[in-house]
């Protein structure tokens, strides 16, 4: 089954870029057709879908979110990464990453990381 495990630092400073990966066993990033999802929960706000990169290295982000947002990836080792430029702290979140089949604010999504608090704060 696949699994995927979200990892980067769960501290970062205001107007500086929050970094994190996401690893994936049991399932390749580059399969058919297949998107891996960036989302994240603020304190007591719903889920807000962040972006995604395909299968093929496209990739796509939420409106409110492109001008700040990069998603990459690392096929030889099987990750997937996100980066959010110039954070406040209302970035502050719970991240996760996440496999769906459809790219743009997916409705379901299949297997899920089990998040990853990143605070922003001086």
């Known amino acids: 089954q696949v699994q995927l495990q979200e990892s980067g630092p769960g501290l970062v400073k205001p107007s500086q870029t929050l970094s994190l990966t996401c690893a994936v066993s049991g399932g390749s990033i580059t399969s058919n057709y297949y998107y891996w999802n960036w989302i994240r ?52 979140a719970v991240y996760y990453c996440a496999r769906s089949d459809s790219p743009g604010t997916p409705k379901e999504y299949d297997y899920w990381g089990q998040g990853t608090q990143v605070t922003v704060s001086s």
């Open 41 to 92: 929960r603020p304190p007591g706000k719903g889920l807000e879908w962040m972006g995604a990169i395909s299968y093929s290295g496209s990739t796509y982000y939420s409106p409110s979110l492109k001008s700040r947002t990069s998603m990459s990836r690392d096929t030889s080792k099987n990750q997937f990464t996100l980066q959010l430029r110039s954070v406040t702290p209302e970035d502050t």
